[in-house]
């Protein structure tokens, strides 16, 4: 089976309703499938927000200042109300905003929760390398390199203060 190429949309045709916004890693396949998952249990409810934060548009300030490191650490989910959720709970409750709870339920229980928790931190410490990219320093400089050429392909052709 392979890993579906779709990149999920990070609009919503209800964002006013969202309950949790999922910041998600759009250049991970394991996430993308992932995320498509979710938006199919979502089913255009609108009930769930997703935020690729690999979107060189991706804004910490829109997404309770969690910036593009820190996302790709671990995940993240901001709540409605501004609270930030990180790690196993984030799945938790998005699979509970989606009334599929159940099947997280589990990773609630005293001996499997930390289990789980601590599978979480490993999966996620090997995350990169075990979906075949960069580590987290390359990857950052990657994405500062993008960027800084972003910012002058923008800037060509504007007259600068000083020139003639």
């Given at each position: ?15 006013s309703?969202w309950?949790i916004?999922l ?7 394991l996430?993308?499938?992932e995320v498509n ?8 409810r609108?009930?769930?927000k ?8 991706y804004?910490?300030?829109?997404n309770?200042g969690?910036?593009?490191e ?11 109300d ?5 790690n ?12 599929i ?8 229980w005293?001996?499997i ?13 090997w ?9 987290l320093?390359?990857?950052m ?5 993008k ?8 800037n ?5 203060v000083?020139e003639?």
């Amino acid at each position: 089976m392979t890993l579906s190429a779709t990149k999920p949309s990070s609009q919503n045709p209800k964002t006013s309703d969202w309950k949790i916004n999922l910041l998600y890693d759009g250049a991970c396949p394991l996430c993308v499938r992932e995320v498509n998952f979710l938006q199919k249990k979502d089913a255009g409810r609108g009930l769930v927000k997703f935020t690729d934060i690999a979107d060189l548009d991706y804004s910490p300030e829109e997404n309770g200042g969690i910036d593009f490191e820190t996302a790709m650490g671990r995940i993240h989910a901001v709540r409605a109300d501004g609270t930030i959720v990180k790690n196993v709970a984030v799945f938790r409750e998005v699979y509970d905003a989606l009334g599929i709870g159940w099947m997280y339920a589990p990773t609630k229980w005293p001996v499997i929760g930390p289990v789980v928790d601590k599978l979480y931190d490993l999966w996620a410490d090997w995350r990169l390398s075990m979906t075949g990219r960069p580590d987290l320093d390359q990857v950052m400089a990657e994405r500062q390199a993008k960027m800084e050429e972003l910012n002058e392909r923008l800037n060509e052709g504007r007259c600068r203060v000083g020139e003639t």
